[in-house]
């Protein structure tokens, strides 16, 4: 089993306690460092290289979005899982353009917490269920206003899942965005490639991005 390399930033010591205890469950899970700043946890990266770095967003100095931002910019192998009290959509959509892959909420069961550890190391996106909600409303709202009259051929469905395939993303990821299935996200990538008579994704992603979408 591939080892998870893991650095905890959190400037509550009880908080990080357990946390690590938490994540000693998990097998494979190995603890690098703990930082209790966002310069720390910028050093801490640095020098020690973590697949995963469990993040705060109110630490002392630099905050937690900053210290993403750092980190990503310096090693984007480096996968960041904002972990937090704070669901407002300021801190959701910086932290996602910070380059944080996940987002999850300090009121998460101990199972959704470990299975977003094992996404974000495994280089998937991954938000608590509330948080995807209202990512998927904003981004569902703006191809709807942005792209209705570049593809009027499109669904409201298909466009959603044109604009995540512009993104890069693969099925079992925009399944998980728009909480439906693998094979329905299938079913409308066959449909997008026909409407837009395109031979195959790469085709779709040029369509899609000369049309603003991404």
């Known amino acids: 089993m591939d080892v998870i390399r893991i650095l905890i930033a959190d400037d509550h010591p009880m908080f990080r306690d357990g946390l690590r205890s938490l ?10 460092g703990e930082a209790d700043t966002g310069s720390a946890a910028i050093e801490l990266s640095a020098q020690h ?4 770095v469990v993040m ?11 210290a993403t931002r750092r980190i990503v910019a310096d090693s984007p192998h480096i996968g960041v899982l904002v972990l937090t009290m704070f669901e407002d959509d300021e801190s959701v959509f910086a932290a996602m353009r910070a380059g944080a892959r996940g987002y999850v909420l300090k009121g998460s069961s101990r199972r959704e917490l470990l299975r977003a550890v094992e996404a974000v190391a495994d280089g998937d996106a991954i938000f608590s269920p509330a ?9 569902a709202g703006q191809v709807g206003t942005a792209s209705r009259a570049i593809f ?5 469905r298909e466009r959603q899942i ?4 512009a993104k890069g993303e693969a099925n079992p990821v925009i399944a998980r965005h728009l909480s439906i299935s693998e094979k329905t996200v299938r079913n409308n990538v066959s449909n997008i490639f026909s409407k837009l008579q395109v031979a195959d994704r790469a085709q779709a992603i040029v369509r899609a991005r000369q049309a603003g979408m991404g």
């Open 23 to 32: 994540i000693a469950s998990l097998p494979g899970a190995e603890i690098v």
């Open 49 to 52: 290289q973590p697949d995963v």
């Open 56 to 66: 705060d967003i109110h630490m002392p100095g630099i905050n937690g979005i900053e």
């Open 131 to 139: 948080i995807a909600g209202r990512i998927r409303e904003f981004f």
């Open 152 to 156: 009027p051929e499109l669904t409201d």
């Open 162 to 165: 044109l604009d995540l395939i």
